[in-house]
C-alpha cells in the first residue's frame, strides 16, 4: 500500500502563482510515501514544499527549471514495479506514444511517467504503462493554452497499481481510476 | 451416543466424589475447583463471557455462548477492519471517487478511516514492540503481535470515547496467554488420549486402533455401525467414564461434532484472537459489574462517581483510605511525605498489577481478582452509603483494593525508612520480586472483608470525624504478618484502644474481648518494634527518623488521648483545664532532662490527683523515681542521656503493647519545646519515654501490688499533643487528669475484688511479653540488614550496632519480667 504522487510543470512563478487551494488542502503529509516529479517546477521554494510533503523526493531537468542540477532521467524500484522519470521535452514529437515507448524500453521500466505537454495522458502499452500527469497548476503551455490543473496519485500494491487522476474542471475536483496489473515479473536479463 | 456423556453439566465432572451416576448433582462446586487447569476457561466464565457454570449449564450452553461470542468479534472484525482496496459487493457503480480517493478529506470514507486506523495502530504497535519482553520468545513473534495489534485496534475502534491508552496491552497479554496455555494443554491431553479424541461422524467413538477400521476412514456408516455396535460402543463409553474427570472435559469441550460444531469447540487455537477479544472487552467492560477497567483509563469523571474524580484517581484515593484504616502510621509516613496514591497506584491499577509481578505470579493474582464477584453490591441502608467509593462496592474492586494494600504492607518497613517523597515512590515502583504471592492472596483477602465493613465503605474520604463516633477508627488494627491477620473483632466500643480494655480487664469481665486483647496485641507488638528500631536509630536526630518517629508517636499519643476521652465519657467526669495546664508547662520546659519532666508532671498529678479523691499519690512518684534509677543504673553501656532513654524505652516498651494507630493524623503539631531543632522529636521522644515507662511501671505495679501509677501514667501520657483536626480539643484537654484520677480511685476499689481477673490479665500479659520479646529479635536481624539499605550514614550503622547490644541486655531483663508474671 504505497501512494505516490506524480506530478509536474507547475511554472511557478514564470507561469502561475500556486497550486491551486483544493488541491493543496489535499496534498497533506503523512499519507504519502514518494513524490516523482517530471520538472519545471521551476524555482526552489516549489521543491520545498514538495519537501514538506514527503521526504522521499524525486525530480527530473525541464528545460525552464532553475536548479540545473537535476538529472535528465530517473529510474526508482517501488514495491513490484520500476519507474522511470523524465520531462520529456527531449522526446520528439512531443507526447508521441510510441516515442515514449523508446524511451520506456531504453530505461526498461513497467511504469514511464513524464510531462511537457501539460495534458492529461495514460496509456498502456506493451505490458507497461506510460503515465503523463500534466500540469498541477494549469500553466499554459506551448502547445496550448485550455489546460486543466491536474496531477496523478498512484497506488502501488504488490502486482497491482491503481492510477488516481486528480483534474479540477469548473472549479471542482474530479477524481477517476484506472487499474493496471503487472503480469508476473520475468527474470530480468542482465 | 451415550446420554451420559454429555448431559451430566461440566460442574459434575469435577466432583466425581458426589456423581451418583446419571443425576444430576445438587452439590454447588465451589468455583475454584471448576476446570483447575484450564485457566483461560475458567477466567472466561469468571468475566462473564461465557455463562457460570452451575448445575444448569451443560456443555453445549458453554458451547453456544462461545460460538456466539465468537460470532460477534468476526462480524465486528469485518465492519471495522479496512482494506480500501476491496470494494464492497453490491455498492454502486461507479464508486464515487471523490469520496473514496487516497487523499479524500472525508474522514467517513474508507480511506480516511484507513488512515485513521493506521494511526491508531502506530501508538499501539509503540507498546506492543514493548511487551513483555522477558517472554520475548513468544510475545514478540509477529503472529502474535499482528493479533494482539488487531485486537487492540478493534476494541478502541469500538470505543471511540476511550482511544487507546498505555497499559491496554498489559491486560490484553495475560489473557491472551492463559487462552493459549489453554490450547496447549489440549493438545497434550490429546496427544496422551488419542483414542478418546477421534472424530465421532456418527455419533459413535470410532475406535482407531480398531483392526477393521484402521485401514479404511472413509467407511460408510453403515458399515461402521456393524462393527461397533456389538462391542466399540460399550467398551468406548466405559474409557470414557473410566478416564480422569479432567480429561473428559477436555474431551467433551473439543468435540468438533457438539453444538455449533467447530466454531463451538470451547478450547480452539483457531479462535484464540476470538475469545482473547471477548475476555479483553468483558474485562474493561466490566460486565456490569462496578469494576470497569476501561475506567480507570478514563480522564473525566464517571457518571454517577460521587467524588467527581476521575476514576482511578477515586480509586487510589479508595486504596489510600483502606490503608488508613489498616495501617495508619504507615499511611500518615506516606501522607507527611506527599506520596499521593495515585502516583503509584496508577500504575498498579490501570494494568491490575501487571508490572509488579513476573507472568507467573501475575496470573494467579488474578485467578483470585477474577473470582471475586464484580456484580454491583446492594446500596447499605445507611443513607451516607452513596459517598462511598465506587470501588468498594463489588466484591472484586474491594479484592484489587485490599491487594493493594497487602502490597503496601509488605514493603511496610522499607517504605517507612524512606525520608523523602522520591526514594518512597522508587521503593513502591520496584516492587520486590521475590514476594511470597500465598501469603500476599491471604493478606489481601483478610484485608477484602475489612473493606466491606459498611463504614468503611461509605464514610467520607480524608476526614473521619471521631465525634460521630463510627467506629472505623477502633476496627483498624489488624496487621496481617507473622501474627496472621487478626481480623479485628467488630468492636461496639467506639475506641477500641489498648488502655480502655485494660482498664476494662481490670474492671469488670464484662464485655471485654479478652481475644480481641490478644489479638491486638500481636500485631501491635509489629508495630512497636519498628518503633523500637527507630528508636534505636534515632540517636543521631536524623529528620527522617524523626518523622518516622513522629508519626508513629502522634498516633501512640492520640490513642492515648483517645482512651482518656473515651474514659471520661465513660466515666462522665468533667474535666480540669488546669490541671492540663500544668502538664503542659511540665511537658514545656522539657529539656535534656528528662526527669524533669516527670518530676514536673509528677508534682502536678499529685496535686490534681489530691484534689479529687482519696488517693496515696505520694508513694507513686518516689516509687517512680526509684524505678526510674533502679531502670538507669541496670543499664551498662550508657552513651548519652538519650540513649539510656532509649534503653529505657526498649525494655519498658516491650512488655506492654504500644498503642494502637487510630485515625489518621498526618500533620500531628505536638507543641514545639522551643530552642530544640528536633521539636516534634524531643516532644515525642519525652512523651513516648514518659508513656513507655508509665506503661512499664504500670505493670511493675501491677505485679507488686494495685496499678498506683496507672493514673500518672495517664496523665503523662495525656501530655497535650496538639489535637489534630480529628479530636476535640476540648475533650482531650478535660481528659486526662480527671479521667486519670477516676481510673486509680477504680483500680484501686476494683482491684481487691477483681484479682482474679488481674492475674489472668496479668498471664496474658506475661505471655504476650514473650512473644514481644521474640519479635523484636527477630526484628532486629532484620533490622541487621535493613540497617545497610538505609541512607548511608557510618554513624547511623555504627549506632544500631550499640543499640543491638543494649537491646540484647534489654531484652533479657525482659524475660525476667516474664518469667515474674508468669510466676504469679
Not at chain 1, 514564470?14 to 521551476?42: E, W, Y
Request: a negative charge; charged letters at 25%.
Amino acid at each position: 500500500m504505497v501512494l505516490v504522487l506524480a506530478l509536474g510543470d507547475m511554472h511557478i512563478p514564470h507561469r502561475a502563482p500556486d497550486i491551486p487551494a483544493k488541491f493543496k488542502s489535499m496534498l497533506v503529509p503523512g499519507k504519502i510515501q514518494h513524490i516523482i516529479c517530471t520538472g519545471n517546477l521551476c524555482i526552489k521554494e516549489v521543491h520545498d514544499y514538495l519537501k514538506t510533503l514527503c521526504p522521499d523526493l524525486h525530480i527530473t531537468r525541464g528545460e525552464y527549471d532553475e536548479d540545473s542540477r537535476y538529472p535528465e532521467t530517473k529510474t526508482l524500484t517501488i514495491g513490484q514495479f520500476k519507474l522511470g522519470l523524465c520531462h520529456g521535452h527531449q522526446v520528439i514529437p512531443w507526447g508521441d506514444l510510441d516515442s515514449l515507448a523508446m524511451l520506456q524500453r531504453q530505461l526498461d521500466v513497467d511504469i514511464l511517467v513524464t510531462g511537457h505537454t501539460h495534458q492529461f495522458t495514460a496509456y498502456k502499452h506493451e505490458g507497461g504503462v506510460v503515465i503523463n500527469p500534466g500540469s498541477a497548476t494549469g500553466a499554459y503551455s506551448s502547445i496550448t493554452y485550455d489546460v486543466n490543473p491536474s496531477f496523478v496519485l498512484m497506488d502501488i500494491d504488490a502486482l497491482r497499481v491503481v492510477v488516481y487522476v486528480y483534474e479540477l474542471i469548473d472549479g471542482e475536483v474530479k477524481v477517476d481510476k484506472i487499474d493496471f496489473k503487472k503480469t508476473s515479473t520475468s527474470v530480468p536479463a542482465l | 451416543m451415550p446420554p451420559a456423556l454429555l448431559d451430566p453439566p461440566l460442574s459434575e465432572t469435577s466432583l466425581v466424589p458426589y456423581l451418583i451416576s446419571g443425576t444430576i448433582s445438587q452439590e454447588p462446586v465451589p468455583e475454584s475447583r471448576l476446570f483447575e487447569d484450564l485457566r483461560g476457561l475458567r477466567w472466561r466464565i469468571n468475566l462473564g463471557v461465557l455463562p457460570p457454570c452451575s448445575s444448569l449449564t451443560s456443555i453445549d450452553d458453554l458451547r453456544r455462548a462461545t460460538a456466539n461470542s465468537r460470532r460477534r468479534y468476526a462480524s465486528l472484525r469485518g465492519q471495522l477492519l479496512v482494506d480500501p482496496h476491496i470494494t464492497k459487493d453490491g455498492s454502486s457503480s461507479p464508486p464515487n471517487l471523490v469520496m473514496d480517493n487516497p487523499l479524500s478529506q472525508n474522514p467517513n470514507s474508507t480511506w480516511g478511516r484507513f488512515f485513521q486506523n493506521a494511526e491508531l495502530e502506530r501508538m499501539v504497535d509503540q507498546d506492543l514492540s514493548r511487551l513483555y519482553p522477558e517472554h520475548g520468545f513468544y510475545f514478540q513473534t509477529k503472529g502474535c503481535q499482528g493479533i494482539l495489534r488487531r485486537i487492540l485496534l478493534l476494541w478502541c475502534l469500538k470505543h471511540p470515547e476511550c482511544g487507546y491508552r498505555q497499559g491496554m496491552h498489559e491486560l490484553l497479554a495475560p489473557l491472551f496467554y492463559v487462552l493459549q496455555d489453554d490450547v496447549e494443554h489440549h493438545s497434550e491431553v490429546r496427544k496422551l488420549h488419542e483414542d478418546h479424541f477421534t472424530d465421532r461422524f456418527d455419533g459413535l467413538f470410532c475406535q482407531e486402533n480398531d483392526i477393521s477400521y484402521s485401514f479404511d476412514f472413509i467407511k460408510s456408516p453403515d458399515l461402521l455401525n456393524d462393527e461397533i455396535d456389538s462391542h466399540g460402543e460399550g467398551v468406548k463409553i466405559k474409557s470414557l467414564d473410566e478416564l480422569d474427570p479432567k480429561i473428559q472435559t477436555i474431551v467433551l469441550l473439543s468435540d468438533a461434532y457438539g453444538a455449533e460444531g467447530e466454531l463451538g469447540i470451547v478450547l480452539s487455537e483457531k479462535f484464540i484472537e476470538h475469545d482473547a477479544y471477548c475476555m479483553f472487552e468483558a474485562l474493561m467492560n466490566g460486565a456490569r459489574g462496578s469494576v470497569a477497567m476501561a475506567d480507570f483509563f478514563s480522564y473525566s469523571p464517571v457518571a454517577g462517581s460521587h467524588t467527581g474524580l476521575p476514576p482511578v484517581i477515586e480509586a487510589s484515593a479508595a486504596l489510600y483510605h483502606l490503608l488508613s484504616h489498616v495501617d495508619s502510621s504507615l499511611y500518615s509516613h506516606l501522607v507527611e511525605l506527599g506520596v499521593e496514591p495515585q502516583y503509584f497506584a496508577l500504575r498498579w491499577l490501570r494494568v491490575l498489577f501487571g508490572r509488579e509481578f513476573s507472568l507467573d505470579n501475575l496470573l494467579i493474582i488474578w485467578d483470585e481478582i477474577f473470582l471475586s464477584d464484580n456484580s454491583e453490591m446492594e446500596k447499605h441502608v445507611e443513607d451516607n452509603a452513596d459517598t462511598g467509593f465506587r470501588l468498594f462496592h463489588s466484591s472484586r474492586g474491594r479484592f484489587i483494593s485490599a491487594i493493594a494494600v497487602a502490597m503496601l504492607l509488605h514493603i511496610r518497613s522499607s517504605l517507612l525508612a524512606t525520608e523523602n517523597p522520591t526514594t518512597c515512590l522508587q521503593r513502591l515502583l520496584s516492587f520486590p520480586e521475590d514476594t511470597d504471592i500465598k501469603k500476599l492472596i491471604e493478606k489481601a483477602k483478610s484485608l477484602q472483608t475489612l473493606a466491606l465493613s459498611s463504614e468503611i465503605s461509605s464514610s467520607t474520604p480524608m476526614l473521619i470525624e471521631y465525634n460521630k463516633g463510627k467506629s472505623v477508627v477502633a476496627r483498624s488494627i489488624s496487621i496481617p504478618c507473622e501474627s496472621g491477620s487478626p481480623k479485628t473483632p467488630n468492636s461496639l466500643l467506639p475506641d477500641n484502644s489498648y488502655w480502655e480494655e485494660k482498664w476494662r480487664v481490670v474492671h469488670s469481665a464484662e464485655e471485654l474481648k479478652q481475644d480481641g486483647v490478644e489479638k491486638q496485641v500481636p500485631s501491635q507488638k509489629k508495630r512497636w518494634t519498628e518503633k523500637v528500631k527507630l528508636s534505636l536509630k534515632r540517636t543521631e536526630s536524623e529528620p527522617s527518623s524523626s518523622t518516622i518517629k513522629s508519626g508513629k508517636k502522634e498516633s501512640k499519643a492520640s490513642v492515648n488521648r483517645s482512651l482518656l476521652e473515651d474514659l471520661s465519657k465513660k466515666l462522665g467526669s468533667e474535666g480540669d483545664t488546669e490541671k492540663l495546664g500544668c502538664h503542659e508547662v511540665g511537658q514545656q520546659d522539657d529539656g535534656s532532662d528528662d526527669s524533669n519532666n516527670y518530676d514536673a508532671d509528677d508534682r502536678c498529678l499529685s496535686k490534681n490527683i489530691s484534689s479529687e479523691n482519696s488517693f496515696n499519690s505520694a508513694s507513686p512518684p518516689n516509687e517512680f523515681k526509684d524505678l526510674e534509677n533502679e531502670n538507669i543504673s541496670q543499664k551498662s553501656s550508657v552513651g548519652s542521656n538519650l540513649s539510656v532513654d532509649e534503653i529505657n524505652e526498649i525494655s519498658h516498651s516491650s512488655p506492654i503493647d504500644s498503642p494502637l494507630p487510630i485515625s489518621d493524623h498526618p500533620e500531628n503539631n505536638l507543641s514545639p519545646a522551643p530552642g530544640r531543632n528536633n521539636d516534634s522529636t524531643g516532644n515525642l521522644a519525652t512523651i513516648s519515654r514518659d508513656i513507655k515507662l508509665n506503661k512499664f511501671q504500670w505493670l511493675w505495679k501491677f505485679g507488686r501490688n494495685k496499678g498506683e501509677l496507672l493514673s500518672e501514667k495517664r496523665g503523662r501520657a495525656s501530655e497535650p499533643v496538639k489535637p489534630t483536626n480529628n479530636f476535640n480539643n476540648n475533650q482531650s484537654n478535660t481528659a486526662p487528669s480527671s479521667t486519670a484520677g477516676e481510673h486509680c480511685s477504680s483500680v484501686n476499689f476494683k482491684g481487691d475484688s477483681a484479682d482474679q481477673n488481674v492475674m489472668g490479665t496479668l498471664r496474658n500479659i506475661g505471655q504476650s511479653m514473650l512473644e514481644h520479646i521474640q519479635v523484636i529479635e527477630s526484628a532486629f536481624q532484620h533490622e541487621r540488614g535493613q540497617g545497610a539499605s538505609l541512607d548511608n550514614n557510618m554513624s547511623k550503622n555504627v549506632l544500631v550496632g550499640k543499640g543491638q547490644v543494649t537491646a540484647m541486655s534489654a531484652l533479657t531483663e525482659l524475660r525476667k519480667i516474664s518469667n515474674l508474671l508468669s510466676e504469679m
